[in-house]
């Protein structure tokens, strides 16, 4: 049973473009929707997280856009780079339940075009 | 400098050769975690630990062990390891046992391969 389902698997975006990665949730009691970076070789890094009592959080060129009616939430990269090719994770946090509460999506792997 | 070190970074061995892959954190973490990464199958949790002497199963705990005698390290044990073991593992802490509230730090992985 996945409880976090992302989009698109890849995702090919010129430089200087937007890339988008969507996800979306069914479980209603997740409290806390964190994105995760990864390079090739290195482990995922957090990159921005959000709550469900926020629609939209922005750290320099990154934003999540959050949809509590839609229980969906999205990645924007605002003039990708190069640089911002990896793998991205969107997660949720479930407080309650028998296993532990961070669920991750199946990955998304990004390339920017030079 | 504030990390999460797993070792070996790779190894490759046989079916039912027992092996253990090592993680230590210098963050003074509470909680501590393994997660296995596979193609098309993301990020998914084979074991945690809240504190000393606490650990729980994740969502693929079969074929795994895992022991917390210390704060700081966090051992992950194959027994009779199997080629559909052949994964990369990562070891990952976090500050307190919020479940997934803290952000988690991430070891640079182990690529196992089981033949």
């Known amino acids: 049973q996945q409880q976090v389902k992302q989009s698109p698997q890849s995702l090919i975006v010129q430089k200087g473009g937007i890339s988008i990665i969507n996800c979306a949730y069914e479980?209603?009691?997740?409290?806390?929707f964190p994105w995760y970076q990864q390079f090739p070789g290195k482990g995922p890094a957090l990159l921005i997280a959000?709550?469900?009592?926020?629609s939209e959080k922005k750290e320099g060129r990154f934003t999540i856009s959050f949809n509590k009616s839609a229980k969906q939430f999205s990645l924007h990269i605002m003039d990708s780079q190069p640089g911002d090719s990896a793998t991205y994770f969107c997660?949720?946090?479930?407080?309650?339940?028998?296993?532990?509460?961070?669920?991750f999506g199946k990955g998304t792997h990004l390339i920017i075009q030079p | 400098e504030a990390q999460v070190t797993q070792n070996p970074r790779y190894l490759i061995t046989v079916t039912g050769k027992k092996l253990t892959v090592t993680c230590s954190q210098n963050?003074?973490?509470?909680?501590m975690s393994w997660y296995r990464q596979d193609p098309g199958l993301g990020l998914r949790q084979i074991y945690y630990?809240?504190?000393?002497?606490?650990?729980d199963k994740g969502d693929v705990p079969e074929g795994y062990k895992v022991s917390r005698k210390e704060k700081r390290n966090f051992p992950l044990i194959l027994e009779s390891p199997s080629p559909n073991q052949t994964s990369l593992y990562f070891c990952?802490?976090?500050?307190?046992?919020?479940?997934?509230?803290?952000?988690?730090?991430f070891g640079d992985g182990t690529r196992l391969s089981i033949l």
């Open positions: 990952a802490s976090s500050l307190r046992a919020d479940r997934g509230l803290q952000p988690q730090h």
């Open positions: 479980n209603t009691a997740f409290d806390y």
């Open positions: 959000i709550r469900p009592d926020v």
């Open positions: 997660a949720a946090n479930n407080p309650g339940g028998g296993a532990d509460g961070l669920t």
């Open positions: 963050m003074n973490h509470e909680y």
């Open positions: 630990s809240m504190n000393v002497e606490v650990t």
